[in-house]
């Protein structure tokens, strides 16, 4: 199992990997600021060819980059679920999705591709989260909401039943969302609203 992105997210993905006893052989970074991190080489990505990939996650938190880089690098993508995660056994989880410690995800929920469900957040019934989101630590999504690819729902922030948010979106730390959030929306404050309306 290899690693691209050899800063905070990757590590974090590292102690996951090593709490599940699966080998990490290597991370790869475009910009690498140390040798080895856990005892582990760090690669230049003008090495990645020379390397056989079985198997791969991305360790970029930015959700547009890690979109860039999952696109540029097709190879064998794994899902991760943390063993202290909680996922109901009828949720579909897609590849290169990282579930993190004392998650829940109920019934019925989806989670697209590359898409991470940070510590301590809920996710709960028939739940549908596109591709490339990221739903941040202790956030709550209540049942029958949607996320739409690349939007980021901030620390702390909670979305009625029921709710549509759209495509790269972000939702501010601690916003209560009550209504629909169109593309490219950034919401804040209790109740949220939107503040600007970025492009994409």
Request: charged content about 20%; glycine content about 12%.
């Amino acid at each position: 199992m290899y690693i691209f992105g050899a800063s905070g997210h990757g590590k974090v993905l590292a102690s996951m990997l090593q709490d599940l006893g699966i080998e990490i052989k290597g991370f790869f970074d475009d910009e690498p600021k140390v040798d080895r991190l856990f005892d582990i080489q760090v690669y230049n990505v003008e090495e990645y060819q020379n390397l056989k990939i079985s198997e791969m996650i991305i360790g970029i938190g930015d959700n547009a980059d890690r979109k860039k880089c999952a696109l540029k690098y097709v190879t064998k993508y794994v899902t991760i679920i943390h063993p202290k995660a909680i996922v109901h056994s009828s949720v579909v989880i897609n590849l290169g999705t990282v579930i993190m410690p004392g998650t829940v995800i109920n019934v019925d929920a989806t989670i697209g591709k590359h898409c991470i469900i940070n510590s301590g957040a809920i996710i709960e019934h028939d739940c549908s989260i596109e591709d490339f989101v990221h739903v941040s630590p202790n956030a709550a999504l209540a049942g029958g909401v949607t996320v739409g690819e690349g939007t980021h729902i901030g620390i702390g922030a909670n979305v009625i039943p029921g709710v549509i948010i759209g495509k790269w979106a972000t939702i501010g730390a601690g916003a209560v969302v009550t209504k629909n959030v169109p593309d490219g929306a950034v919401v804040v404050g209790v109740p949220g609203k939107i503040i600007k309306i970025n492009k994409f």
